[in-house]
């Protein structure tokens, strides 16, 4: 491509060594330059690219996109005022805009993205159609998948896999979009056709310094949607709903316990911890020549957790807006085997045991208020402190936990730092863990503190009654605690089938050892 061309993609504010070249290739990392590549130098917040200038002209950089010049080096240099937003301009247009070649949906939420993106493209293939998808676990590409490295890829890598989807004859593609994806400028240049908000808690907040700043960054994939597109919102949650007059796009909304919106969840029905409900069309829309007029119809999800239930409202809005028959929507939930640590059931005989991505005050609160709804003798609790994230999650962590102990008779907690289960990036901190004993101190919980993931659970294991219920609660630190807990079950239980009690391992993409993946492929 012409680099003349390309640069009409972004605002150029000054030039040095200014000439027309061929452009093969563009790259923000300089060990991924190859010969007559444009190189962007990007500032992150540990590294700052413009030092690897040079390595890239030496890996064959021929023109270079900055912030400030090098004038040491004798290659064009374009400047620009923030890198990371011409970077995806000029991804895309390298790329010839993929985006606008298929219907994008983007789903933004601090709690539900995965669920949500998965339960809307299992959607979408069943009702015939070649996907792709976009998320924390995998980046799928019609019948080929990779694993993610970012909830939303940089930029750049972001519309080379659209531009692959393209090629695969891809026509409906449903990605995560995370704050930090907005704030970073790593989703410009992409048309969404439909965007989701379904929910926002305090997350995150570390890294964008408010609450304030972290709801302007998730809202503006709401607020920056065009006017031919949907935006579908949640009326139970305040944030959610406020932007419904803040948005071009044509806003269609769902709630559970409110019944103002076009959609409606009534009859909820959690006893089993999986949902069965009704869905109310009461406001009619129109998506292109089809009319959705009033109607009901019944939903059984085979995903638990009250979360699944907003998570599968959005969901359903997103495929009535694709076009998707209720039919095959209502045979989808019900066979929807969901994802991975997301309220999932890992053993269910005369003890359960759930996993949980346990994140952030939103994430515990919707699981902890499904366990109310639940029916089992006694609950125990085994909670990975989150590492590395600072005291002010772990303090709001522990508060939504205390504020659900008297309900469900939580008064005592098995916790751990996971020690030798998580990388440095999770260690928990000694301000961490103090921040989480006070909180339960000032609430007189008993903590049983471990260092090691395994001998929490080996806890829980041995005080577990016939009719209990176990929770391993936690992020990173909980990542292999099913894992853990199955193996113990299975020295505990030799006489259970192997093979059914192993079985909610076998699609595991995260947390699960070598060894294990050896043992199931066997």
């Known amino acids: 491509m012409r680099l003349a061309e390309l640069l009409k993609s972004t605002k150029v504010l000054g030039a040095i060594n200014d000439k027309d070249i061929c452009i093969e290739g563009i790259a923000y990392h300089s060990k991924k330059v190859q010969e007559s590549f444009l190189f962007v130098c990007?500032?992150?917040?540990?590294?700052?690219?413009?030092?690897?200038?040079?390595?890239?002209?030496?890996?064959?950089?021929?023109?270079?996109?900055?912030?400030?010049?090098?004038?040491?080096?004798?290659?064009?240099?374009?400047?620009?005022?923030?890198?990371r937003a011409a970077l995806a301009e000029l991804g895309a247009a390298f790329y010839s805009n993929p985006s606008r070649r298929m219907k994008m949906i983007g789903v933004t939420a601090t709690n539900g993205k995965t669920t949500t993106t998965y339960m809307i493209n299992s959607m979408l293939e069943n009702h015939g159609l070649k996907t792709g998808l976009i998320g924390t676990v995998t980046i799928k590409i019609d019948d080929s998948s990779i694993p993610s490295e970012l909830t939303t890829p940089e930029s750049l890598d972001l519309q080379y896999y659209l531009s692959k989807m393209t090629e695969r004859g891809v026509t409906h593609t449903t990605m995560e979009v995370s704050s930090s994806a907005l704030e970073l400028q790593r989703v410009r240049g992409v048309e969404y056709d439909i965007v989701t908000f379904n929910n926002i808690s305090r997350d995150h907040i570390?890294?964008?310094?408010?609450?304030?700043?972290?709801?302007?960054?998730?809202?503006?994939?709401?607020?920056?949607?065009?006017?031919?597109?949907?935006?579908v919102l949640?009326?139970?949650?305040?944030?959610?709903?406020?932007?419904?007059d803040q948005t071009k796009a044509r806003?269609?909304?769902?709630?559970?316990?409110?019944?103002?919106?076009?959609?409606?969840?009534?009859?909820?029905?959690?006893?089993?911890?999986?949902?069965?409900?009704?869905?109310?069309?009461?406001?009619?829309?129109?998506?292109?020549?089809?009319?959705?007029k009033p109607c009901e119809f019944t939903i059984e999800l085979s995903v638990p957790g009250l979360h699944s239930v907003?998570?599968?409202?959005?969901?359903?809005?997103?495929?009535?807006l694709c076009g998707v028959e209720i039919e095959t929507i209502q045979q989808t939930l019900k066979s929807f085997a969901g994802v991975e640590r997301r309220f999932e059931f890992i053993f269910e005989d005369d003890i359960k045991i759930i996993d949980d991505h346990f994140a952030n005050p939103g994430n515990i609160n919707v699981t902890l208020q499904t366990l109310e709804y639940m029916d089992f003798k006694k609950l125990h609790l085994v909670y990975a402190i989150r590492g590395e994230r600072g005291t002010t999650v772990n303090r709001e962590n522990s508060e939504v936990i205390v504020n659900w102990?008297?309900?469900?008779?939580?008064?005592?907690?098995?916790?751990?730092?996971?020690?030798?289960?998580?990388?440095?990036?999770?260690r928990v901190t000694a301000e961490e863990l103090q921040v989480f004993l006070e909180v339960m101190g000032k609430a007189e919980i008993k903590v049983h503190l471990y260092d090691e993931l395994t001998d929490a659970i080996a806890h829980s294991l041995a005080i577990a009654?016939?009719?209990?219920?176990?929770?391993?609660?936690?992020?990173?630190?909980?990542?292999?605690?099913?894992?853990?807990?199955?193996?113990?079950?299975?020295?505990?239980?030799?006489?259970?089938?192997?093979?059914?009690?192993?079985?909610?391992?076998?699609?595991?993409?995260?947390?699960?050892?070598?060894?294990?993946?050896?043992?199931l492929s066997s």
Do not use: W
Not at 209 to 226: D, N, P, Q, V
Not at 235 to 243: G, I, P, T
Not at 467 to 493: F, P, V
């Open 206 to 231: 570390d890294n964008h310094g408010s609450f304030e700043k972290y709801f302007a960054a998730k809202s503006s994939l709401i607020t920056g949607a065009g006017e031919n597109s949907y935006a």
């Open 405 to 426: 102990a008297d309900k469900l008779g939580i008064k005592e907690i098995i916790a751990t730092k996971s020690i030798s289960h998580v990388t440095a990036k999770d």
């Open 42 to 83: 990007i500032r992150g917040y540990k590294v700052d690219g413009h030092k690897y200038l040079p390595q890239s002209v030496a890996q064959g950089a021929v023109a270079a996109i900055v912030e400030e010049f090098n004038e040491e080096l004798d290659i064009p240099q374009y400047r620009v005022e923030n890198s």
């Open 234 to 244: 949640n009326l139970d949650d305040k944030y959610s709903a406020a932007l419904i």
């Open 310 to 320: 907003y998570n599968s409202m959005a969901a359903i809005t997103v495929a009535l």
């Open 251 to 292: 806003a269609i909304t769902f709630g559970v316990n409110s019944a103002e919106g076009h959609l409606h969840c009534k009859s909820l029905d959690l006893s089993t911890g999986r949902g069965r409900f009704t869905v109310e069309i009461l406001k009619a829309f129109t998506v292109g020549d089809r009319t959705y």
């Open 465 to 519: 009654q016939a009719g209990d219920l176990i929770l391993l609660a936690g992020c990173q630190g909980m990542d292999y605690g099913a894992e853990i807990a199955l193996r113990q079950l299975h020295q505990k239980m030799l006489e259970y089938p192997k093979e059914k009690l192993f079985f909610p391992l076998k699609n595991r993409v995260a947390g699960i050892t070598e060894e294990m993946m050896a043992d």
